[in-house]
């Protein structure tokens, strides 16, 4: 009798059929790996979008991105943000007027995924960041003349006693912050006072070029006087006092130094918008948005 060698085993069929499910499997697993990897590249890319107007007046905007530099043509700026930026840093200059800078702001976003508008200020014209219409980010053109009066008006140079009703010690202010720091004697003594800067302008008795006059309020804010009806008491016999006087001065010097400026030098950005000398006196405003 004949023994038969059987072996178990597959056949041809089988294995065509196997080798057919590993190659789908290997295909797809391909196509996954292939769109991952380039994800992971494209995370870790950075580069910038300009928005500006040029010595003719032109509307120009590009992209860079590993230092190549990408021009867009359009008579709008439109920023669409990268889908693999991780964060999005705006900032925005106004137009600089005769003899004053624009007003630089910034503000960071972890991410925008809607196009982004921008309209770069004309000379004295604010520049805006807009997405569906509504802003996000404004920068106010350069300023006109400052008087005391004047809210961009809020470093004081110098400040001095014009009067003080009691003598128990050496007057003095100084600004603190936003708030004006005030030594005096009342009637009860020698007091510290802080006064918001805005509340010295606001209820100042009369001011004249970079200089105001404000008379103290304590006494009658002390026994509930509102400091609008104060002021309409100062002068009236039997009313309460009014401890000292002083004369503040306020730097109304306009900048001439554009802070956008200052921050594409410090990035080391000297083509492009910075040629542009945006937001100069003069000259119009920029955005430049970083990732």
């Known amino acids: 009798m004949v023994k038969k ?15 057919l499910i590993v190659g789908i499997f290997v295909a797809l697993c391909a196509n996954a790996y292939s769109k991952r990897h380039i994800t992971y590249q494209e995370s870790d890319g950075h580069g910038r ?23 867009v043509t359009g ?14 840093l705006l900032n925005a200059i106004g137009g600089g007027s005769a003899g004053d800078a624009g007003e630089f702001k910034s ?22 960041i807009k997405i569906d219409g ?14 005391a009066a004047s809210v961009g008006a809020d470093v004081i140079s110098q400040c001095n006693f014009t009067y003080n009703k009691f003598n128990c010690g050496t007057p003095r202010c100084e600004q603190d912050g936003l708030n004006l720091s005030i030594a005096f004697c009342n009637d009860s ?22 200089k105001l006059v404000y008379r103290d309020l304590s006494d009658f804010t002390g026994h509930g006087i509102a400091p609008q009806d104060a002021l309409a008491l100062l002068d009236i016999a039997g009313s309460y006092d009014s401890f000292y006087t002083i004369e503040v001065t306020f730097d109304t010097t306009l900048s001439s130094v554009s802070q956008m400026e200052s921050y594409l030098d410090s990035l080391g950005i000297v083509d492009g918008i910075a040629s542009a000398q945006p937001g100069r006196p003069g000259k119009p405003g920029a955005v430049v948005i970083i990732w």
């Open 107 to 128: 503000v960071f976003y972890s991410s925008l995924d809607k196009p982004i508008t921008v309209e770069p200020g004309n000379v004295n014209g604010a520049t805006t």
């Open 134 to 147: 509504s802003i996000i980010l404004s920068a106010e053109a350069g300023r006109g003349s400052m008087n």
């Open 189 to 210: 003594g020698f007091v510290t006072n802080k006064i918001p800067i805005t509340d010295i302008k606001k209820y100042r008795t009369s001011y004249s070029g970079n």
């Open 75 to 88: 008579t709008t700026c439109v920023f669409r943000p990268p889908r693999y930026a991780k964060y999005l």
């Open 49 to 71: 979008y300009e928005c500006y107007k040029n010595a003719a007046g032109t509307l120009m905007q590009r992209y860079v991105e590993n230092n190549n530099p990408r021009n």
């Open 5 to 19: 060698n059987l072996k178990p085993g597959f056949s041809l069929f089988e294995a065509c059929v196997v080798m």
